[in-house]
Protein backbone atom coordinates (compact mmCIF):
# COMPACT_ATOMS: atom_id res chain seq x y z
CA UNK A 1 0.00 0.00 0.00
CA UNK A 2 1.35 3.50 -1.33
CA UNK A 3 2.41 5.62 2.22
CA UNK A 4 0.24 8.84 0.05
CA UNK A 5 -2.33 6.78 -0.16
CA UNK A 6 -5.30 8.57 1.94
CA UNK A 7 -6.78 6.74 4.62
CA UNK A 8 -9.67 6.90 7.00
CA UNK A 9 -8.51 8.28 10.18
CA UNK A 10 -8.13 6.20 13.16
CA UNK A 11 -8.47 8.26 17.21
CA UNK A 12 -6.15 11.44 17.72
CA UNK A 13 -3.67 9.00 20.14
CA UNK A 14 -1.10 12.43 18.94
CA UNK A 15 -3.37 14.75 20.46
CA UNK A 16 -4.28 13.70 23.98
CA UNK A 17 -4.45 16.72 25.95
CA UNK A 18 -6.29 18.76 23.09
CA UNK A 19 -8.96 16.24 21.41
CA UNK A 20 -11.47 17.40 24.03
CA UNK A 21 -10.55 21.11 24.63
CA UNK A 22 -13.29 22.65 22.42
CA UNK A 23 -15.67 20.13 22.80
CA UNK A 24 -18.90 19.49 25.69
CA UNK A 25 -18.04 16.72 28.15
CA UNK A 26 -18.55 13.19 26.53
CA UNK A 27 -21.52 12.42 28.87
CA UNK A 28 -23.32 15.34 26.90
CA UNK A 29 -23.34 13.55 23.68
CA UNK A 30 -21.76 9.71 24.25
CA UNK A 31 -25.40 8.27 25.28
CA UNK A 32 -27.82 10.36 23.04
CA UNK A 33 -25.60 8.94 20.24
CA UNK A 34 -25.47 5.76 21.08
CA UNK A 35 -28.96 5.85 21.87
CA UNK A 36 -29.85 7.49 18.68
CA UNK A 37 -28.03 4.40 16.98
CA UNK A 38 -29.53 1.67 18.57
CA UNK A 39 -33.13 2.94 18.41
CA UNK A 40 -33.83 2.28 14.77
CA UNK A 41 -31.49 -0.35 14.57
CA UNK A 42 -33.79 -2.32 16.49
CA UNK A 43 -36.87 -0.47 15.23
CA UNK A 44 -35.64 -1.72 11.46
CA UNK A 45 -34.82 -5.45 11.99
CA UNK A 46 -36.79 -6.89 15.03
CA UNK A 47 -39.51 -4.40 16.09
CA UNK A 48 -40.81 -4.81 12.32
CA UNK A 49 -41.27 -8.62 12.85
CA UNK A 50 -43.82 -7.93 15.55
CA UNK A 51 -45.76 -4.98 13.70
CA UNK A 52 -46.01 -7.82 10.97
CA UNK A 53 -46.73 -10.80 12.84
CA UNK A 54 -49.92 -8.04 14.63
CA UNK A 55 -51.17 -7.02 11.34
CA UNK A 56 -51.78 -10.92 9.60
CA UNK A 57 -48.39 -11.40 7.74
CA UNK A 58 -47.29 -15.59 7.99
CA UNK A 59 -43.84 -16.49 9.84
CA UNK A 60 -42.04 -17.40 6.73
CA UNK A 61 -43.10 -13.84 5.26
CA UNK A 62 -41.93 -12.17 7.79
CA UNK A 63 -38.79 -13.87 8.16
CA UNK A 64 -37.60 -13.80 4.98
CA UNK A 65 -38.08 -10.22 4.06
CA UNK A 66 -37.24 -8.67 7.24
CA UNK A 67 -34.04 -10.73 6.78
CA UNK A 68 -33.07 -8.75 3.92
CA UNK A 69 -33.36 -5.18 5.88
CA UNK A 70 -29.74 -6.54 7.25
CA UNK A 71 -28.56 -5.65 3.66
CA UNK A 72 -27.77 -1.73 4.17
CA UNK A 73 -25.52 -2.78 7.45
CA UNK A 74 -23.75 -6.02 5.39
CA UNK A 75 -22.92 -3.51 2.97
CA UNK A 76 -21.44 -0.14 5.05
CA UNK A 77 -17.51 -1.32 4.14
CA UNK A 78 -18.76 0.21 0.16
CA UNK A 79 -19.91 3.22 0.98
CA UNK A 80 -17.97 4.55 3.67
CA UNK A 81 -14.98 5.54 2.31
CA UNK A 82 -17.24 8.05 -0.23
CA UNK A 83 -18.96 9.80 2.79
CA UNK A 84 -15.60 11.34 4.35
CA UNK A 85 -15.04 13.75 0.87
CA UNK A 86 -17.93 15.43 1.40
CA UNK A 87 -19.57 16.42 4.91
CA UNK A 88 -18.34 16.28 8.37
CA UNK A 89 -19.13 13.32 10.73
CA UNK A 90 -21.14 15.72 12.63
CA UNK A 91 -23.51 16.42 9.77
CA UNK A 92 -23.37 13.17 8.22
CA UNK A 93 -25.06 11.71 11.96
CA UNK A 94 -27.36 15.30 11.93
CA UNK A 95 -28.76 14.14 8.16
CA UNK A 96 -29.04 10.46 8.62
CA UNK A 97 -30.94 11.13 12.49
CA UNK A 98 -33.39 13.51 10.39
CA UNK A 99 -33.85 11.36 7.66
CA UNK A 100 -34.73 8.52 10.01
CA UNK A 101 -37.51 10.30 11.68
CA UNK A 102 -39.37 11.09 8.30
CA UNK A 103 -38.88 7.37 7.37
CA UNK A 104 -40.69 5.93 10.57
CA UNK A 105 -43.09 8.79 10.41
CA UNK A 106 -43.96 7.61 6.77
CA UNK A 107 -43.76 3.97 7.31
CA UNK A 108 -47.29 4.65 9.97
CA UNK A 109 -48.63 6.34 6.89
CA UNK A 110 -48.57 3.18 4.88
CA UNK A 111 -50.16 1.11 7.03
CA UNK A 112 -53.64 1.88 6.26
CA UNK A 113 -52.92 0.96 2.98
CA UNK A 114 -53.40 -2.08 1.02
CA UNK A 115 -50.10 -2.74 -0.13
CA UNK A 116 -48.15 -2.10 3.14
CA UNK A 117 -46.59 -4.52 3.50
CA UNK A 118 -44.35 -3.81 0.35
CA UNK A 119 -44.50 -0.12 1.28
CA UNK A 120 -43.14 0.07 4.54
CA UNK A 121 -40.61 -2.93 3.60
CA UNK A 122 -39.07 -0.25 1.36
CA UNK A 123 -39.05 2.59 3.81
CA UNK A 124 -37.31 0.12 6.56
CA UNK A 125 -34.48 -0.76 3.82
CA UNK A 126 -34.36 3.04 3.11
CA UNK A 127 -33.78 3.61 6.83
CA UNK A 128 -31.92 0.29 7.06
CA UNK A 129 -29.24 2.48 4.69
CA UNK A 130 -29.71 5.85 6.81
CA UNK A 131 -28.74 4.01 9.97
CA UNK A 132 -25.80 2.45 8.85
CA UNK A 133 -24.47 5.77 7.45
CA UNK A 134 -25.29 6.87 11.17
CA UNK A 135 -23.41 4.27 12.51
CA UNK A 136 -20.75 4.94 10.54
CA UNK A 137 -20.44 8.33 10.92
CA UNK A 138 -21.27 8.09 14.76
CA UNK A 139 -18.39 5.05 15.20
CA UNK A 140 -15.91 7.96 13.34
CA UNK A 141 -17.18 10.86 15.56
CA UNK A 142 -16.13 8.91 18.90
CA UNK A 143 -12.88 7.30 17.43
CA UNK A 144 -11.61 10.85 16.48
CA UNK A 145 -13.06 12.76 19.09
CA UNK A 146 -12.01 10.96 22.07
CA UNK A 147 -8.38 10.08 22.95
CA UNK A 148 -7.72 6.46 23.54
CA UNK A 149 -7.89 6.81 27.18
CA UNK A 150 -11.38 8.44 27.02
CA UNK A 151 -12.68 5.68 24.22
CA UNK A 152 -11.86 3.40 27.32
CA UNK A 153 -13.41 5.47 30.02
CA UNK A 154 -16.85 5.83 28.12
CA UNK A 155 -17.03 2.04 26.07
CA UNK A 156 -19.29 1.02 28.83
CA UNK A 157 -21.92 3.81 28.26
CA UNK A 158 -21.45 3.46 24.97
CA UNK A 159 -22.67 0.14 24.83
CA UNK A 160 -25.23 0.41 27.85
CA UNK A 161 -26.96 3.18 25.50
CA UNK A 162 -27.03 1.36 22.25
CA UNK A 163 -28.62 -1.59 23.78
CA UNK A 164 -31.11 0.94 25.88
CA UNK A 165 -32.09 2.24 22.38
CA UNK A 166 -32.75 -1.35 21.73
CA UNK A 167 -34.71 -1.53 25.05
CA UNK A 168 -37.12 1.08 24.10
CA UNK A 169 -37.56 0.09 20.84
CA UNK A 170 -38.47 -3.50 21.98
CA UNK A 171 -39.71 -3.25 25.14
CA UNK A 172 -41.73 0.28 25.90
CA UNK A 173 -42.31 0.82 22.83
CA UNK A 174 -44.01 -2.68 22.00
CA UNK A 175 -45.97 -2.73 25.36
CA UNK A 176 -47.71 0.54 24.25
CA UNK A 177 -49.35 -1.17 21.23
CA UNK A 178 -50.52 -3.47 23.02
CA UNK A 179 -52.21 -1.43 25.55
CA UNK A 180 -53.47 0.55 22.51
CA UNK A 181 -54.76 -2.22 20.84
CA UNK A 182 -55.90 -4.51 24.22
CA UNK A 183 -56.71 -1.85 26.78
CA UNK A 184 -57.74 1.28 24.65
CA UNK A 185 -59.30 -0.39 21.64
CA UNK A 186 -57.56 0.53 18.64
CA UNK A 187 -56.85 -1.90 15.90
CA UNK A 188 -53.62 -3.41 14.97
CA UNK A 189 -52.88 -0.77 12.10
CA UNK A 190 -54.15 2.19 14.52
CA UNK A 191 -51.86 1.51 17.25
CA UNK A 192 -48.11 0.69 15.39
CA UNK A 193 -49.32 4.19 13.40
CA UNK A 194 -48.86 5.65 16.61
CA UNK A 195 -46.13 3.98 17.84
CA UNK A 196 -44.34 4.36 14.48
CA UNK A 197 -44.71 8.11 14.49
CA UNK A 198 -43.55 8.11 18.08
CA UNK A 199 -40.19 6.11 16.86
CA UNK A 200 -39.98 9.63 14.47
CA UNK A 201 -40.53 12.00 16.61
CA UNK A 202 -37.63 10.52 19.31
CA UNK A 203 -35.34 10.53 16.64
CA UNK A 204 -36.59 13.97 15.55
CA UNK A 205 -35.47 14.95 19.36
CA UNK A 206 -32.36 13.25 19.37
CA UNK A 207 -31.18 14.97 15.82
CA UNK A 208 -32.23 18.65 17.82
CA UNK A 209 -30.45 18.09 20.92
CA UNK A 210 -26.95 16.71 18.42
CA UNK A 211 -27.41 19.94 17.07
CA UNK A 212 -26.71 21.55 20.12
CA UNK A 213 -24.16 19.34 21.82
CA UNK A 214 -22.75 17.01 19.23
CA UNK A 215 -18.98 17.78 18.25
CA UNK A 216 -17.30 17.30 14.43
CA UNK A 217 -15.17 14.94 14.85
CA UNK A 218 -11.90 15.17 13.45
CA UNK A 219 -11.49 16.25 9.75
CA UNK A 220 -10.92 13.62 7.50
CA UNK A 221 -7.55 13.49 5.21
CA UNK A 222 -9.98 12.97 2.83
CA UNK A 223 -12.05 15.94 2.92
CA UNK A 224 -12.11 17.80 0.35
CA UNK A 225 -10.69 15.05 -2.20
CA UNK A 226 -14.25 13.98 -4.33
CA UNK A 227 -14.52 10.72 -5.82
CA UNK A 228 -11.05 10.01 -6.86
CA UNK A 229 -9.83 10.14 -3.55
CA UNK A 230 -12.62 8.04 -2.01
CA UNK A 231 -12.35 5.73 -5.09
CA UNK A 232 -8.27 5.40 -3.88
CA UNK A 233 -9.33 4.99 -0.40
CA UNK A 234 -12.15 2.41 -0.91
CA UNK A 235 -9.34 0.13 -2.89
CA UNK A 236 -6.86 0.55 -0.30
CA UNK A 237 -8.61 0.01 2.50
CA UNK A 238 -10.20 -3.46 0.97
CA UNK A 239 -6.34 -4.54 0.06
CA UNK A 240 -4.96 -3.75 3.32
CA UNK A 241 -8.22 -5.34 5.07
CA UNK A 242 -7.69 -8.54 3.40
CA UNK A 243 -3.89 -8.53 3.77
CA UNK A 244 -4.02 -9.08 7.14
CA UNK A 245 -2.66 -11.87 8.85
CA UNK A 246 -5.01 -14.68 9.49
CA UNK A 247 -8.12 -12.21 8.57
CA UNK A 248 -10.35 -15.53 7.04
CA UNK A 249 -10.38 -17.04 9.79
CA UNK A 250 -10.82 -13.72 11.87
CA UNK A 251 -13.90 -13.09 9.83
CA UNK A 252 -14.80 -16.81 10.10
CA UNK A 253 -15.32 -16.56 14.03
CA UNK A 254 -16.81 -13.02 13.23
CA UNK A 255 -19.58 -14.84 11.00
CA UNK A 256 -20.01 -17.88 13.42
CA UNK A 257 -20.10 -16.40 16.42
CA UNK A 258 -23.71 -15.24 16.70
CA UNK A 259 -24.87 -17.65 14.09
CA UNK A 260 -26.95 -19.70 16.13
CA UNK A 261 -28.38 -16.61 17.97
CA UNK A 262 -29.49 -15.39 14.62
CA UNK A 263 -32.12 -17.64 14.66
CA UNK A 264 -33.31 -17.06 18.03
CA UNK A 265 -33.39 -13.25 16.91
CA UNK A 266 -35.48 -14.41 13.70
CA UNK A 267 -37.98 -16.80 15.45
CA UNK A 268 -37.79 -16.12 19.14
CA UNK A 269 -40.18 -13.26 18.93
CA UNK A 270 -42.49 -15.04 16.93
CA UNK A 271 -42.52 -18.37 18.83
CA UNK A 272 -43.65 -16.26 22.21
CA UNK A 273 -46.81 -14.59 20.00
CA UNK A 274 -47.76 -17.55 18.05
CA UNK A 275 -51.05 -19.52 19.80
CA UNK A 276 -50.50 -22.33 21.41
CA UNK A 277 -52.76 -24.13 18.75
CA UNK A 278 -49.52 -23.78 16.88
CA UNK A 279 -46.87 -24.75 19.40
CA UNK A 280 -46.26 -20.80 21.06
CA UNK A 281 -46.58 -19.22 23.70
CA UNK A 282 -49.23 -16.90 22.60
CA UNK A 283 -47.83 -14.19 24.61
CA UNK A 284 -49.49 -10.38 24.36
CA UNK A 285 -47.40 -7.41 23.12
CA UNK A 286 -47.74 -5.71 26.33
CA UNK A 287 -46.31 -9.10 27.95
CA UNK A 288 -43.48 -9.16 25.61
CA UNK A 289 -43.00 -5.69 26.11
CA UNK A 290 -42.26 -6.24 29.83
CA UNK A 291 -40.23 -9.27 29.20
CA UNK A 292 -37.89 -6.83 27.19
CA UNK A 293 -38.33 -3.88 28.94
CA UNK A 294 -37.73 -5.01 32.27
CA UNK A 295 -36.61 -8.43 33.05
CA UNK A 296 -34.84 -9.09 29.89
CA UNK A 297 -33.26 -5.86 30.07
CA UNK A 298 -31.85 -6.31 33.47
CA UNK A 299 -30.23 -9.63 32.50
CA UNK A 300 -28.79 -8.23 29.38
CA UNK A 301 -26.89 -5.74 31.21
CA UNK A 302 -25.77 -7.68 34.52
CA UNK A 303 -24.47 -10.18 31.64
CA UNK A 304 -22.81 -8.07 29.83
CA UNK A 305 -20.98 -5.61 32.80
CA UNK A 306 -20.03 -8.92 34.29
CA UNK A 307 -18.76 -10.05 30.60
CA UNK A 308 -16.87 -6.67 30.18
CA UNK A 309 -15.18 -7.31 33.88
CA UNK A 310 -14.38 -11.12 33.07
CA UNK A 311 -12.86 -10.26 29.97
CA UNK A 312 -10.83 -7.27 31.78
CA UNK A 313 -9.36 -9.47 34.32
CA UNK A 314 -8.46 -12.26 32.55
CA UNK A 315 -8.11 -10.54 28.34
CA UNK A 316 -9.81 -10.96 25.47
CA UNK A 317 -7.25 -13.84 24.19
CA UNK A 318 -7.94 -16.20 27.93
CA UNK A 319 -11.48 -15.39 27.71
CA UNK A 320 -13.08 -15.36 24.64
CA UNK A 321 -13.97 -19.00 24.23
CA UNK A 322 -16.02 -19.15 27.64
CA UNK A 323 -17.61 -15.90 26.76
CA UNK A 324 -18.65 -17.94 23.42
CA UNK A 325 -19.59 -20.70 25.27
CA UNK A 326 -21.70 -18.23 27.51
CA UNK A 327 -23.19 -17.02 24.74
CA UNK A 328 -24.18 -20.40 22.89
CA UNK A 329 -25.02 -22.95 25.40
CA UNK A 330 -27.97 -20.78 26.85
CA UNK A 331 -29.63 -21.73 23.70
CA UNK A 332 -31.41 -24.65 25.45
CA UNK A 333 -33.85 -21.97 26.98
CA UNK A 334 -35.79 -22.09 23.85
CA UNK A 335 -35.54 -25.58 22.91
CA UNK A 336 -36.85 -26.68 26.60
CA UNK A 337 -39.73 -23.85 26.25
CA UNK A 338 -41.29 -25.82 23.25
CA UNK A 339 -40.66 -28.93 24.87
CA UNK A 340 -42.58 -27.63 28.27
CA UNK A 341 -45.21 -25.40 27.06
CA UNK A 342 -45.09 -23.48 30.46
CA UNK A 343 -48.18 -21.23 31.49
CA UNK A 344 -46.07 -19.76 34.30
CA UNK A 345 -45.34 -16.33 33.07
CA UNK A 346 -42.73 -16.14 36.04
CA UNK A 347 -41.20 -19.04 35.08
CA UNK A 348 -41.28 -18.46 30.61
CA UNK A 349 -40.12 -14.98 32.22
CA UNK A 350 -37.18 -16.23 33.95
CA UNK A 351 -36.31 -18.75 31.54
CA UNK A 352 -35.99 -15.92 28.86
CA UNK A 353 -33.58 -13.59 31.15
CA UNK A 354 -31.23 -16.26 31.83
CA UNK A 355 -31.10 -16.60 28.16
CA UNK A 356 -30.97 -12.25 27.54
CA UNK A 357 -27.84 -12.52 30.75
CA UNK A 358 -25.67 -15.31 28.81
CA UNK A 359 -26.68 -13.59 25.72
CA UNK A 360 -25.06 -9.83 26.79
CA UNK A 361 -22.56 -11.54 29.03
CA UNK A 362 -21.24 -13.50 25.99
CA UNK A 363 -22.13 -10.31 23.16
CA UNK A 364 -18.78 -8.52 24.63
CA UNK A 365 -16.03 -11.03 23.45
CA UNK A 366 -17.73 -10.75 19.72
CA UNK A 367 -17.56 -6.68 19.84
CA UNK A 368 -14.28 -6.84 21.60
CA UNK A 369 -12.72 -9.17 18.76
CA UNK A 370 -13.74 -7.02 16.10
CA UNK A 371 -12.40 -3.73 18.07
CA UNK A 372 -9.51 -5.50 18.86
CA UNK A 373 -8.05 -7.97 16.37
CA UNK A 374 -10.16 -7.23 12.90
CA UNK A 375 -10.24 -3.37 13.15
CA UNK A 376 -6.59 -2.03 13.76
CA UNK A 377 -4.37 -0.51 11.26
CA UNK A 378 -5.07 2.51 9.18
CA UNK A 379 -8.04 2.28 8.04
CA UNK A 380 -9.76 1.27 11.34
CA UNK A 381 -13.15 3.01 10.91
CA UNK A 382 -13.62 1.44 7.31
CA UNK A 383 -12.58 -1.87 8.59
CA UNK A 384 -14.42 -2.15 11.75
CA UNK A 385 -17.73 -1.37 9.64
CA UNK A 386 -16.69 -4.44 7.57
CA UNK A 387 -16.19 -6.67 11.02
CA UNK A 388 -19.46 -4.90 11.72
CA UNK A 389 -20.94 -6.15 8.21
CA UNK A 390 -19.88 -9.31 8.47
CA UNK A 391 -21.86 -9.69 12.02
CA UNK A 392 -24.86 -7.91 10.07
CA UNK A 393 -24.37 -11.12 6.92
CA UNK A 394 -24.73 -12.99 9.92
CA UNK A 395 -28.05 -12.18 10.86
CA UNK A 396 -29.38 -11.57 7.16
CA UNK A 397 -28.12 -15.62 6.23
CA UNK A 398 -29.63 -16.99 9.23
CA UNK A 399 -32.79 -15.27 8.44
CA UNK A 400 -32.57 -16.82 4.91
CA UNK A 401 -32.49 -20.52 5.96
CA UNK A 402 -34.02 -20.63 8.91
CA UNK A 403 -37.81 -19.65 7.40
CA UNK A 404 -37.03 -22.85 5.41
CA UNK A 405 -35.61 -24.61 8.21
CA UNK A 406 -38.52 -24.34 10.16
CA UNK A 407 -41.32 -24.81 6.60
CA UNK A 408 -39.36 -28.05 6.42
CA UNK A 409 -40.17 -29.55 9.98
CA UNK A 410 -43.71 -28.44 9.83
CA UNK A 411 -43.67 -25.59 11.44
CA UNK A 412 -42.69 -28.11 14.67
CA UNK A 413 -41.18 -25.53 17.01
CA UNK A 414 -39.08 -28.24 19.33
CA UNK A 415 -37.66 -29.98 16.24
CA UNK A 416 -36.91 -25.96 14.78
CA UNK A 417 -35.34 -25.12 18.21
CA UNK A 418 -32.95 -28.51 18.09
CA UNK A 419 -31.63 -27.48 14.97
CA UNK A 420 -31.20 -23.99 16.76
CA UNK A 421 -28.85 -25.98 19.27
CA UNK A 422 -26.77 -28.09 16.53
CA UNK A 423 -26.64 -24.31 15.08
CA UNK A 424 -24.96 -23.25 18.37
CA UNK A 425 -22.05 -26.12 18.53
CA UNK A 426 -19.67 -24.29 15.37
CA UNK A 427 -19.55 -21.11 17.26
CA UNK A 428 -17.78 -22.82 19.86
CA UNK A 429 -15.65 -24.45 18.07
CA UNK A 430 -14.72 -21.17 15.78
CA UNK A 431 -14.01 -19.32 19.14
CA UNK A 432 -11.35 -22.28 20.06
CA UNK A 433 -9.48 -22.20 17.14
CA UNK A 434 -9.85 -18.09 17.23
CA UNK A 435 -6.79 -16.03 15.80
CA UNK A 436 -5.01 -13.16 17.77
CA UNK A 437 -2.71 -11.55 15.96
CA UNK A 438 -2.83 -8.38 18.15
CA UNK A 439 -1.60 -8.67 21.46
CA UNK A 440 -3.96 -7.87 24.55
CA UNK A 441 -1.78 -5.22 25.78
CA UNK A 442 -1.55 -3.36 22.68
CA UNK A 443 -5.36 -3.16 22.55
CA UNK A 444 -6.32 -3.80 26.45
CA UNK A 445 -8.79 -1.17 28.05
CA UNK A 446 -11.79 -2.18 26.69
CA UNK A 447 -14.35 -3.58 29.15
CA UNK A 448 -18.05 -3.13 29.80
CA UNK A 449 -20.85 -3.59 27.61
CA UNK A 450 -21.41 -4.35 24.13
CA UNK A 451 -22.89 -2.36 21.75
CA UNK A 452 -24.34 -3.63 18.53
Known amino acids: MSSSAPTLPDAPATRPGSVLANVKHPLFWVPSLYLAMGLPNV ?4 VSKYMYK ?115 ASGPLVWLTGYLHESRGLDWTHSWMVVMVLFGVIMAGLGLWHLKHLPEGEKSSMHGGGMAGAMTALRESWVSFFQKKSIWLMLAVVFMYRFGEGFI ?122 ATGVMAFTKMATGWISAPIYEGLNKNYPNFFLVVLLASIPPIIFAWFAPFPHRDAESAGSGGPAGH
Open 265 to 386: ENFGPLFLLDSRAVGGLEFTNQQIGNIYGTYGTVGFLAGAMLGGFFCAKFTLRRSFFFLAVALNVPHVTYFYLSHAMPDNIWLITSVVTVEKFFFGFGSVGHMLYMMQQVAPGPFKMTHYAF
Open 54 to 168: NLGISNTDIVLYTSLLYLPWVLKPLWAPFMEPYLSKRKWVLGMEFLLAAVLALVALTLPLPGFFKLSLVLFWVGGFASGTQDIAADAVYLTTLPPKEQAKYIGIQGICWNCGSIV
Open 43 to 46: AVSQ
